[in-house]
């Protein structure tokens, strides 16, 4: 005989994610959340709107207790990473201050599928609820989960194109040539009218200062040191200026009215990293684009003295006019200063090779004093004073020569072309390999042939545009010796800083009544 079961129900008597008693009459703490992703005036009154919307409508209900409106202006949904009022948020949720969150919809919530489904994960363990009013989910509700993977993929796919799309404007607005830089945190420039750049006089003052300090030998860390002291204001707005800082601003093109565009790209839409460019995607380089600060010749002048200082160990010191300007006849190394007797009334420094007792082998080239290199300039500057007009006008007359660069320029445009088709039908080589069944030996003979002419043109590119690059510096270096070269009187009587660093490219001791000038022409006198 079957035994007779009575099931008998207990109801519940807690709610299922806030442990309360069922007959407790608690009102939920909830938070809005509202975000505009761009700055733009037309963003302001949609992002006002938001805050003022889910203020009225959280106080609107009697069984919800108002507790914050937290926000991000201006901040891309795609990682949760820079969105501080998300993050604080979600924190503050975490800690117990927060029920349930409202937010307009999911793709303001998060545009990256992971991350959105983490953060509801991580409240929905807490008991924390979040409603998204556009798509209608609760993510307590049974089917919300499912509903919210799917919205938030959508909009994670909607940020993809949406990042795309604007990447393909910038590159052809790059490629249409129109230049375009954060002018509040470039100094130098304003936005003009049109909307391109124009020379901020006040700030131009600094720009042209550091440039003339370099070429006075002064070193990218005494440059720094010496605007901080002055309180002279860095492009970002601040009164501490860094080495970096100098010397994006000393290889900087557009300073001398010209620009390069697409120096970086963005890698990932989901992280917006980015990268900078060394070949990876085509860049553009325009000349004579704005109104130049510096002068051609003086900023090539400026690349040809960072590629000298930043050569092998013997390095550039600014701490004297005679830093890295002398060197051993004998090793090839630079003098440096040295002080004799420093605590005595004999105190007195002299100028010694570096690397004089290094080794078992000592350097034989003599010491010597300011005074001995000042009156050894001055006697080689001189000697070549003699032949001026004959050193100005075979200067004259051989630079056309000596720097013509029109063969290299026709051979370079040649060149870019020839790997531009070359990439080109590299590109399609693999295309049609990916969509059409090919022969894979015949593919792999053709894709290396293709690689192989790419390789070629693209090594001799290099060496081109390295060749122009290098005579263009040396043109400029010569033509602004020349320049100076003319306004000197017949003779020197007084050795002066302007005419050291206009004149001397390097001096060369062997021996006390044998040091050796390298004027900037190229010319070495004997002093």
């Known amino acids: ?63 919800w207790e108002f507790v914050q409106v937290y926000t991000d202006e201006g901040i891309t949904g795609t990682s949760t990473k820079r969105r501080e009022g998300f993050r604080t948020m979600v924190a503050d949720a975490l800690d117990g201050k927060i029920d349930l969150i409202v ?45 919210l993977t799917i919205m938030s993929s959508l909009a994670q796919e909607e940020s993809r194109s949406i990042s795309e799309n604007c990447t393909w404007g910038q590159r052809k607005r790059f490629a249409d040539g129109k230049v375009s830089v954060a002018y509040k945190r470039f100094l130098g420039y304003d936005k003009g009218p049109d909307g391109n750049l124009i020379v901020n006089q006040e700030q131009a003052v600094t720009i042209k200062r550091i440039y003339q300090m370099f070429l006075q030998g002064i070193t990218y860390h005494s440059i720094a040191q010496e605007l901080t002291e002055d309180k002279v204001l860095t492009p970002g707005g601040k009164t501490k200026w860094s ?34 460019n060394e070949g990876e995607i085509p860049q553009y380089y325009v000349e004579g684009n704005h109104e130049a600060i510096i002068d051609p010749d003086v900023f090539e002048m400026v690349q040809r003295e960072i590629e000298r200082r930043g050569k092998g160990k013997k390095y550039h010191s600014g701490v004297h006019a005679f830093s890295s300007k002398i060197k051993c006849g004998e090793c090839g190394c630079w003098y440096g200063s040295k002080v004799w007797h420093s605590t005595s009334k004999y105190k007195k420094t002299i100028w010694r090779c570096n690397h ?54 026709s051979e370079q445009d040649h060149l870019l072309q020839e790997t531009q088709v070359v990439s080109d039908m590299v590109q399609q080589c693999i295309y049609e390999n990916a969509h059409v069944a090919l022969d894979q030996t015949e593919y792999q003979k053709r894709y290396d042939a293709l690689t192989q002419r790419f390789d070629k043109a693209k090594a001799r590119l290099e060496t081109v545009m390295e060749e122009i690059s290098q005579r263009q510096t040396q043109r400029a270096a010569y033509e602004a010796f020349l320049t100076a070269f003319e306004k000197l009187p017949d003779t020197l009587t007084e050795f002066t800083l302007d005419n050291w660093h206009g004149l001397v490219d390097y001096a060369t001791v062997y021996a006390k009544d044998d040091i050796r000038f390298t004027f900037k022409n190229g010319q070495e006198v004997k002093a």
């Open 103 to 147: 937010t307009k919809s999911v793709s303001r919530f998060a545009r990256n599928t992971v991350d959105s489904l983490t953060t509801i994960r991580q409240l929905k363990e807490k008991g924390i609820e979040v409603y998204f009013e556009k798509e209608n989910i609760w993510t307590f509700d049974g089917k919300g989960e499912l509903l």
């Open 1 to 63: 005989m079957a035994q007779h079961r009575k099931v008998k129900t207990i109801p519940a008597t807690l709610t299922r994610f806030t442990s309360a008693p069922i007959t407790e009459q608690k009102k939920r703490r909830v938070a809005g959340y509202a975000r505009v992703s761009t700055d733009h005036d037309d963003q302001f009154t949609s992002y006002e709107a938001q805050i003022d919307y889910y203020t009225k409508y959280i106080k609107s209900r009697d069984d």
């Open 243 to 276: 080495i970096s800082t100098v010397k994006s601003i000393l290889r900087n093109e557009k300073y001398k009215g010209d620009a390069l565009l697409q120096k970086s790209y963005t890698v990932d839409f989901l992280t917006k990293k980015t990268k900078v």
């Open 356 to 409: 004089k007792y290094d080794g078992d082998h000592t350097c034989r080239t003599p010491h010597l004093t300011d005074e001995e290199v000042q009156a050894a300039f001055l006697l080689a500057a001189n000697k070549l004073l003699s032949t001026k007009e004959e050193v100005i006008g075979n200067g004259r007359a051989m630079m056309d020569v000596l720097f013509d660069t029109k063969d290299l320029e």
